[in-house]
């Protein structure tokens, strides 16, 4: 039986252990003995206490197992995906790192690793919709919208992270880079605010965040590409009120002889305000468009808390897509040495087949309405 090393157990960590388990021996290591204990409770897995940032204990932890999974916040991705690549082991990461990891493409050719970056809802899901139909249509247009978000609307923020704060806020901070007729176009992060409405949800307010990632360089055919995230409207007003009055600023200040900041001192207050609890109702909500001059393919995402497993809706969705891409490695279906993005593992069939059937048999349902401008397909 494989052993599988997960580095992380926040939620989502939580939610990747919980169905690797089944069919793998797994461990999650953390810094986090409250993460560590929940992992142990609720599932056969067994726990290490580690801090990641110890690169020679690390090295040394990766080397016991057979893949790893990152599943750690995004500004210790990088460093962690170079440490399980020079270890020369298969992986699978959800970490959302700023940095470009298909850097590390040739490093991971020389040492024969296979890994998949970006593989959870999104960027993840977009990703793989898009690969599996670039060689199938002439794609013109490719936008998607995606939120998580609390069933119970809690001002002011109205919003719970089911991740670290640090990286939603450099979501919010981060320019937003799309396409826009074949050059790529680089727009405010939280600019070109509209308003959608969806059915099961009522009206949510859209804005432009940078997830697009390694799809802008990677189906160079398509002209048009757009990113928007997903909150309840009045939402983003106070993002915006913060980000002017300075406290999302990386640059350091001084408060009685203290140096400090201000984007650190905001992600640890706003950890506790926006932290969601285990059992709290949300769910993920997402729309995926792909557009030319006669076809349109519209593909919807709905998702919930789960009361049977206590797994929130993004962990769930973020989580069961990473372990399509564990099993993906496993068991030979995608095995190229390097770097892999999504939608470049999506065009090969099986690939993209085996993904959306394994999101399926664990609820979590991708539904796909195809059309021509004159009619239905």
């Known amino acids: 039986m494989k052993r599988?090393?997960?580095?992380g157990a926040g939620m989502v960590g939580r939610a990747i252990a919980f169905d690797l388990?089944?069919?793998?021996?797994?461990t999650s290591a953390d810094i986090s003995d409250?993460?560590?204990n929940k992992v142990s409770k609720m599932y056969h897995v067994q726990t290490i206490k580690f801090d990641i940032r110890n690169k020679e204990q690390l090295s040394n932890l990766i080397m016991q197992y057979d893949f790893i999974v990152s599943a750690v916040p995004g500004f210790l991705g990088y460093e962690t995906l170079k440490t399980i690549i020079e270890c020369k082991k298969d992986f699978v990461d959800i970490s959302f790192l700023?940095?470009?990891a298909l850097t590390l493409h040739e490093i991971a050719k020389q040492n024969n690793v296979c890994g998949i970056v970006d593989m959870g809802i999104a960027p993840g899901v977009p990703n793989l919709v898009a690969g599996y139909y670039y060689n199938r249509m002439n794609i013109n247009l490719f936008e998607y919208m995606v939120g998580g978000l609390p069933k119970k609307r809690v001002y002011p923020f109205q919003y719970k992270a089911p991740f670290s704060p640090v990286d939603v806020l450099e979501e919010y901070t981060r320019p937003a880079r799309h396409k826009i007729n074949g050059e790529m176009v680089v727009l405010p992060a939280m600019s070109d605010a509209e308003y959608v409405t969806f059915d099961k949800v009522g009206t949510l307010e859209a804005f432009n965040t940078d997830g697009l990632r390694s799809l802008l360089y990677t189906l160079p055919n398509i002209p048009t590409m757009r990113e928007k995230t997903l909150r309840y409207p009045g939402h983003i007003d106070l993002i915006k009120a913060?980000?002017?009055?300075?406290?999302l600023s990386h640059q350091p200040i001084t408060i009685n002889n203290q140096t400090v900041v201000p984007f650190d001192v905001t992600a640890r207050i706003l950890f506790d305000n926006w932290k969601l609890n285990d059992t709290e109702p949300e769910f993920t909500i997402m729309k995926i468009t792909?557009?030319?001059?006669?076809?349109?393919?519209v593909i919807d995402v709905y998702d919930e808390y789960d009361e049977q497993t206590q797994l929130s809706s993004m962990a769930r969705t973020t989580g069961f897509t990473a372990t399509a891409g564990v099993d993906l490695i496993i068991n030979g279906y995608f095995r190229k040495s390097g770097i892999y993005p999504p939608e470049l593992v999506a065009q090969q069939d099986t690939c993209y087949d085996y993904v959306i059937e394994h999101l399926k048999n664990r609820g979590i349902h991708i539904n796909v309405s195809e059309s021509l401008i004159t009619g239905k397909l």
Request: aromatic fraction near 6%; charged fraction near 25%; proline fraction near 3%.
């Open 4 to 7: 599988i090393l997960i580095l």
């Open 21 to 26: 388990s089944k069919r793998y021996e797994v």
């Open 34 to 36: 409250e993460a560590l």
């Open 98 to 100: 700023p940095e470009d």
């Open 242 to 247: 913060l980000q002017s009055s300075g406290f």
């Open 290 to 297: 792909l557009k030319n001059n006669e076809q349109s393919v």
